[in-house]
């Protein structure tokens, strides 16, 4: 008998799971699966899967105990150390689909035979694949399993640092109430495992509200996520990029929305939002100076809230250190007494006041230099009855006209769900419609919400009037959540032209930098008006109060320029499309009526960049969706000349340019990158004191360029992809880059000290105290596989940018004693991220692994990739120096 088949219990009386009263002691041809697994290896292999079943069933139900024997062969089965598909697997599966259409009779649900099933099963599950905990859970009926046992195994994968195999496991025998959950969610959590840790409290809302207080409890001022890190060393991969206070608070907030918990239990997090809100406001009132000071006032007190003492209530959010710059520009906009100011604060508000005395003048008193709406206020028409839709309801349907289409609602900074319109604005020849939503659209408004719902169909459905809106989408979307009517309104359209796909398919010649000063801090529509009509739109009241009543004089103009620039800018745009280079049929969709005469439905399908001709995307003013020019101030280029070496190059990036900085250091450049929440004014700290470039995406440009001089502080345009960032970086300062930088920094801490790993030493720390190949072969892999894997024909392969940064073998002897995977430095080697079918590559000889952060790497397909990515800036560096 099989040592690790334990009898069963005849003297108990203990019916046997298949039937058998006696259990069946020794094996026997009804027992032994081996016949029935050698048949159905030779069927395997030829991967004839009709016969497979067929012979697999035969197998089945020849077998006196087909339970016993499933496992008989899991446990003899070595299947699960390799990757890919196994018999075992399949026939595991496959058993689970024949007990299910012909069931064994049932065991009782407390013998002593069914138990010890049981606890052979749960030992097979420590080693098979999350694929078959579902099956193997059914076929033994583990969810009615004596916990105990259940339990003890879980808690082994945790220590063994098998986070995933033990959450998994318990989700599948529903064991969560039983299990720790801060315990068992944290290691996953440091990982950015996320998605898997809510998946492991969906239904237990008790485990729900734990897990948000524990995540919660992450963003408190001061809180060092690298400290819980520490206390799980055996914790790999990590990913605490994702752990920082402010992505942290978002993702709080994000599933506190999702399963509907109580606010109260994040506070945390709360405190982040709002303190996040109040940069934001101060941001676009105290230096894009974008904010009026009553909107920006409504805001500040709406975010307090009717505290008693605002004072406090500011004090208490900006606790913290580096939160000096925000309370101080609190405390001037709300006119806050100095006294009970902290100190630090009070120079800071002393510091504002002087300069605002030296400012420019704030927006309100330049409103000369924005589009002026051409029309008198009389013919702005606020309607807000079903009698005054009704009245104008014929000037807002004239067939074959062209209207401009708006909406605006009340900025939620980041609160969460949809934003519910306010205002709908409808432009005319010579007027401007304005549609108020809370009233029109109210589901018991009777004949004006009726009317309303009818009119907004008829109107965007009529495909003889052409319906232009600037991400008329996204506004629809907007329209639909406010008015249930409307709740499929974006289907409805008909004759709709979204201005933004034209802006971003136009090429504009003799236009400024979008970073030059003249056009610095425009984007979407508002830089649209200003290239088409000269002048940009006044956004001042854009972020204002929408839902209160009555509007201000300012929000109606805005809100009637908003719409009425639409038609200004389709009249130049269908009058001149040679003047900002557009195709033909981009030409031909703008002209009014084509939906009526192509029966166009919805959006215009608009041509791609890559669709224009060559002429169109050549020269310095390249295609908005194309790859465009960084916006920097011309006059701020450097000279050409020799160019400079990467690696010699340093900068400091803020915290918006992460992808920039894990680009440029692929390419040897030295980035630090500041703290999600570092002042800006740290960049001009460590600008000054490295040597370093500033590099910011942030508003600010102006006070750090003043702080480290001309050309040495640029501003990015975040809505670039990191990599065209990084271009035009390179280019902007004639950075000379070479394929032997590629990969010569760490892209994750941005050390450039690496340590190369043999592949025998590799799999000892990989796998220790195993056979050098390994605990199981899963098939070799050809040196032809191998230069495929990496993306290189074998042609190619001996000469295409080859990876080998000097660096010197890592020896026994700069490792820890008794912590192999950690180096002297106390560096522990990230090995998990070491897939095992690398190791037994054989066309891969050593790994190389970063000293500074203990990241593993190995040459593949990703170095040829980054080779053609920037394949233009290498080849830059390697000729004159000249840009392209």
């Known amino acids: 008998m099989d040592p690790a088949d334990p009898p069963g219990d005849p003297a108990a009386g203990d019916p046997d799971p298949t039937g058998n009263p006696a259990g069946g002691e020794g094996r026997c041809p009804g027992h032994d699966p081996l016949p029935v697994l050698q048949a159905l290896q030779t069927l395997w292999s030829t991967r004839e899967l009709r016969q497979l079943r067929e012979e697999a069933r035969r197998g089945f139900a020849a077998l006196d105990d087909p339970l016993t024997g499933l496992l008989d062969m899991l446990e003899g089965s070595q299947a699960w150390q390799r990757k890919g598909p196994s018999l075992e697997a399949w026939v595991v599966c496959e058993l689970h689909r024949w007990l299910q259409a012909r069931p064994l009779p049932e065991p009782a649900q407390h013998s002593s035979r069914l138990k010890q099933l049981q606890a052979r099963a749960v030992r097979v599950l420590a080693r098979s694949p999350p694929s078959l905990v579902e099956p193997l859970v059914s076929i033994f009926q583990l969810q009615d399993a004596d916990r105990s046992p259940l339990l003890t195994h879980i808690h082994q994968l945790h220590q063994e640092g098998k986070f995933k195999e033990a959450v998994v496991l318990g989700s599948r025998l529903k064991l969560q109430p039983a299990l720790d959950v801060d315990k068992m969610s944290t290691p996953l959590l440091l990982q950015d495992r996320v998605s898997l840790v809510e998946r492991y409290v969906a239904g237990f809302p008790d485990l729900q509200r734990r897990l948000l207080a524990l995540l919660d409890s992450w963003c408190r001022p001061g809180f060092d996520i690298g400290v819980v890190a520490r206390q799980h060393p055996q914790v790999t991969s990590l990913r605490l990029e994702s752990l920082s206070p402010r992505v942290l608070s978002r993702r709080v907030l994000s599933l506190r929305e999702r399963l509907g918990l109580d606010p109260a239990l994040c506070p945390n997090a709360l405190c982040q939002q709002r303190l996040a809100t109040l940069r934001y406001l101060c941001c676009k009132r105290f230096v894009e100076r974008s904010m009026s000071q009553e909107n920006w006032v409504d805001h500040v007190q709406g975010l307090l809230g009717q505290h008693e003492r605002p004072q406090e209530m500011l004090l208490q959010l900006l606790a913290s250190p580096g939160n000096e710059a925000t309370a101080a520009q609190c405390a001037l906009g709300l006119a806050l007494p100095e006294e009970g100011l902290p100190a630090r604060v009070v120079?800071?508000?002393?510091?504002?006041?002087?300069?605002?005395?030296?400012?420019?003048?704030?927006?309100?008193?330049?409103?000369?230099?924005?589009?002026?709406?051409?029309?008198?206020?009389?013919?702005?028409?606020?309607?807000?009855?079903?009698?005054?839709?009704?009245?104008?309801?014929?000037?807002?349907?004239?067939?074959?006209?062209?209207?401009?289409?708006?909406?605006?609602?009340?900025?939620?900074?980041?609160?969460?769900?949809r934003p519910q319109a306010s205002v709908m604005q409808v432009a005319v020849g010579g007027h401007v419609f304005l549609l108020d939503l809370p009233v029109l659209s109210r589901p018991a408004g009777g004949q004006a919400s009726e009317a309303f719902s009818r009119l907004v169909s008829r109107l965007l459905s009529d495909p003889s009037i052409t319906k232009l809106g600037y991400g008329l989408a996204g506004d629809l979307r907007s329209l639909g959540?406010?008015?249930?009517?409307?709740?499929?309104v974006e289907k409805q359209l008909r004759g709709g032209l979204d201005l933004l796909q034209v802006h971003r398919q136009m090429r504009v010649v003799n236009s400024p930098a979008r970073g030059s000063s003249e056009a610095r801090g425009l984007r979407g529509l508002s830089l649209l008006v200003q290239q088409v009509l000269g002048k940009p739109l006044d956004k001042t009241q854009q972020l204002s109060n929408w839902d209160r009543r009555p509007l201000s004089e300012g929000q109606l103009v805005y809100a009637a320029a908003d719409a009425y620039c639409l038609l200004e800018v389709h009249q130049v745009l269908s009058r001149e499309p040679a003047r900002f280079c557009l195709s033909e049929d981009l030409a031909r969709s703008l002209r009014p009526g084509r939906g009526e005469r192509s029966g166009a439905q919805g959006l215009p399908r608009l041509p791609e960049a890559s669709a224009l001709p060559s002429q169109s995307r050549a020269g310095r003013w390249r295609l908005w969706a194309a790859e465009p020019v960084l916006q920097v101030p011309v006059a701020e280029r450097e000279d050409s000349g020799p160019g400079t070496p990467a690696r010699a190059f340093r900068v400091v990036c803020d915290s918006m340019l992460q992808g920039l900085?894990?680009?440029?250091?692929?390419?040897?450049v030295d980035v630090r990158v500041l703290g999600s929440g570092e002042d800006h004014r740290r960049a001009a700290e460590v600008a000054r004191q490295e040597g370093r470039i500033i590099l910011t995406s942030g508003l600010p440009y102006h006070k750090l360029r003043a702080q480290v001089g001309a050309g040495r502080c640029l501003w990015v345009d975040c809505s670039l992809k990191a990599h065209q960032q990084a271009k035009a970086v390179l280019r902007h300062f004639n950075v000379r880059v070479t394929h032997a930088d590629i990969f010569s920094r760490?892209?994750?801490?941005?050390?450039?000290?690496?340590?190369?790993?043999?592949?025998?030493?590799?799999?000892?720390?990989?796998?220790?105290?195993?056979?050098?190949?390994?605990?199981?072969?899963?098939?070799?892999?050809?040196?032809?596989?191998?230069?495929?894997?990496?993306?290189?024909?074998?042609?190619?392969?001996?000469?295409?940018?080859?990876?080998?940064?000097?660096?010197?073998?890592?020896?026994?002897?700069?490792?820890?004693?008794?912590?192999?995977?950690?180096?002297?430095?106390?560096?522990?080697?990230?090995?998990?991220?070491?897939?095992e079918g690398v190791l037994r590559r054989p066309g891969l000889r050593h790994f190389y692994c970063c000293s500074g952060c203990g990241k593993v790497f190995w040459e593949g397909s990703h170095l040829g990739r980054v080779a053609l990515r920037f394949s233009q800036v290498l080849s830059d560096a390697s000729g004159s120096g000249e840009q392209s």
Not at 481 to 488: G, I, Q, R, T
């Open 661 to 668: 900085a894990r680009s440029l250091r692929c390419l040897g």
């Open 347 to 417: 120079a800071e508000v002393r510091r504002l006041k002087l300069q605002e005395r030296t400012a420019e003048a704030p927006l309100e008193d330049r409103k000369g230099a924005f589009y002026r709406l051409p029309i008198a206020k009389e013919d702005i028409h606020f309607l807000a009855s079903w009698e005054a839709l009704a009245r104008h309801e014929e000037a807002l349907l004239q067939p074959g006209q062209v209207v401009g289409v708006d909406v605006e609602w009340r900025p939620s900074f980041g609160t969460g769900g």
């Open 481 to 488: 959540a406010s008015c249930p009517a409307l709740a499929h």
């Open 746 to 835: 760490c892209q994750a801490c941005n050390c450039d000290q690496y340590l190369k790993v043999s592949k025998d030493m590799m799999k000892q720390l990989v796998w220790p105290g195993s056979h050098p190949e390994g605990p199981g072969r899963g098939g070799e892999a050809t040196q032809n596989e191998d230069i495929q894997e990496a993306g290189l024909t074998p042609e190619a392969a001996s000469g295409v940018c080859t990876y080998n940064p000097p660096c010197r073998w890592l020896e026994a002897a700069d490792l820890r004693p008794g912590a192999p995977a950690t180096l002297a430095s106390g560096t522990r080697l990230q090995l998990a991220g070491v897939p």
